[in-house]
């Protein structure tokens, strides 16, 4: 074992909770936005497959030696695509069916590549890593119960979605060169208002084919 190795020092508890929540988070958004472009999308087969396979390639680009996608671009990058998932809920829909697919689809990757890419940089020495590998996997279970088991049993609609968002913006680095830029703010306030109407119409609509399904029903 390398001297600095040995002589580093055990990563907190703090930093511990840490890898748990920046593992829960890309986890959860991978159910929530597939529950989302099925349910309230497209309703096609196998549609499951293309943000699981996003998912799966995050973790690889991350821990690559030399990452193909700096970690600091996806930074820069995160409160945009926060925003543009806002936006796409605002006005997305059915009628720009491939443009709602593929923007959900890369923003969610921006994301789970910036909570990933957060993960390898605070990765710790090799003597702690098997203690960093169970906070991921107990990480990405709570992500995956939330998302999957106590979102639907406690939201009529697909709130998991929106809430894991905005702790997505809470998985950028504590301080620093890299914490959450200014302008990002103006941004998140402004799609944060056409998300509040998202979420009503996302509603809305699904109370509309809901009562359309009972009604060719009973017909």
């Known amino acids: 074992m390398p001297d600095d190795d040995a002589d580093a020092p055990a990563p907190s508890w703090t930093l511990r909770a ?32 293309l943000p699981l396979s996003l998912y799966l390639l995050t973790w690889v680009l991350v821990f690559q030696s030399r990452p193909l996608l700096p970690h600091k671009w996806m930074l820069l990058l995160q409160p945009l695509a926060i925003a543009g998932v806002i936006v796409l809920l605002a006005v997305g829909g059915e009628q720009n069916l491939l443009l709602t697919l593929g923007g ?9 590549m ?19 590998y169970v906070a991921l996997s107990f990480g990405g279970m709570v992500g995956g119960l939330f998302a999957g088991l106590i979102a639907p049993f406690t939201f009529s609609w697909i709130a998991e979605y929106p809430i894991l968002l905005a702790l997505a913006a809470l998985c ?16 998140l306030a402004v799609s944060g208002r056409a998300g509040g109407r998202a979420d009503r119409a996302v509603l809305v609509q699904r109370q509309d084919r809901s009562a359309g399904s009972r009604t060719t029903g009973s017909g």
């Open 114 to 132: 910036a909570c990933h890419g957060e993960l390898a940089r605070t990765r710790p020495a090799a003597k702690y890593l098997t203690g960093f």
């Open 172 to 187: 950028r680095p504590p301080g620093g060169e890299e914490r959450l830029p200014r302008w990002s703010s103006v941004v």
């Open 104 to 112: 959900h689809q890369l923003c969610f990757f921006v994301i789970a």
């Open 18 to 49: 840490r890898w748990i929540f920046l593992a829960a988070v890309p986890s959860g958004l991978l159910i929530a936005v597939t529950a989302h472009i099925s349910t309230d999308v497209a309703a096609a087969p196998l549609l499951w497959v």
